[in-house]
């Protein structure tokens, strides 16, 4: 099965600057990939997805770079701010097949921004 | 808001004994996801069903199961609870389009915890 990991596992970065999370996956069925940001007692919110015919992707602040090559995806946010703090995961998933979807999440990166 | 809702928002409750837990899905979605996240732990995926069916499993416990009932609200039967079964349990739906990779919308979680 699909194996997602995420790193690194807790990052620290003042305000205004950028911040990187990496994450690499096994399968290259997988051609979908969500970034969700989890904010303190909250479920997680997807803010940014990828597809593998896309190499990047950006939304304002965030940005999300796709090597299918190296099986390898990453977040980029850049000039941060004190709300972007929160715990971001990365997920894998392939394509769906008959009403069936298995998204696989990475471990998950805690980041601070220091204000 | 994602429009997922999810009931009760925390429980307590001791070890052997059997809760359930409710989850809502968003206005039209026919697919429900339920997830643990323990301490320091990414998401796992438990179960997903589909319009009342169950399409697929992962690291779901015996002790545990399911059910997606015909207004397509879900329930999590967790029994026999341990100490280790602490944590908390989000569920997510989507849309469910068939042969599309899909957002998965998280509702709140519920906190469980074993005495």
């Known amino acids: 099965g699909e194996n997602v990991e995420q790193h690194p596992s807790t990052l620290s970065v003042q305000e205004g600057d950028s911040a990187v999370i990496k994450c690499t996956y096994s399968?290259?069925?997988?051609?979908?990939f969500p970034w969700y940001k989890q904010e303190l007692g909250k479920g997680p919110q997807l803010i940014i997805d990828?597809?593998?015919?896309?190499g990047e992707k950006k939304d304002q602040r965030i940005a999300v770079t796709l090597n299918k090559t190296a099986k390898h995806f990453s977040l980029h946010i850049t000039e941060t701010q004190p709300e972007d703090s929160a715990v971001y995961f990365c997920?894998?998933?392939?394509?769906?097949?008959?009403?069936?979807?298995?998204?696989?999440f990475g471990t998950g990166t805690k980041l601070q921004v220091i204000p | 808001d994602s429009g997922v809702t999810q009931t009760p928002k925390h429980l307590i409750t001791a070890t052997g004994q059997r809760v359930t837990l409710r989850c809502s899905p968003r206005?039209?979605?026919?697919?429900v996801y339920w997830y643990q996240q323990s301490l320091d732990q990414g998401l796992q995926f438990l179960i997903q069903y589909y319009n009342g069916e169950e399409r697929a499993k992962g690291n779901i416990l015996e002790r545990f199961s399911a059910q997606q009932f015909p207004d397509l609200h879900s329930e999590l039967n967790l029994s026999s609870l341990e100490l280790g079964d602490s944590a908390l349990y989000f569920c997510a739906s989507s849309p469910r389009l068939a042969g599309t990779q899909e957002t998965q919308y998280f509702g709140p979680g519920t906190r469980l915890l074993v005495l």
């Open positions: 990828i597809r593998s015919n896309v």
């Open positions: 399968d290259s069925a997988s051609n979908y």
């Open positions: 206005s039209g979605d026919l697919s």
């Open positions: 997920a894998a998933s392939p394509s769906s097949f008959g009403g069936y979807q298995k998204v696989t």
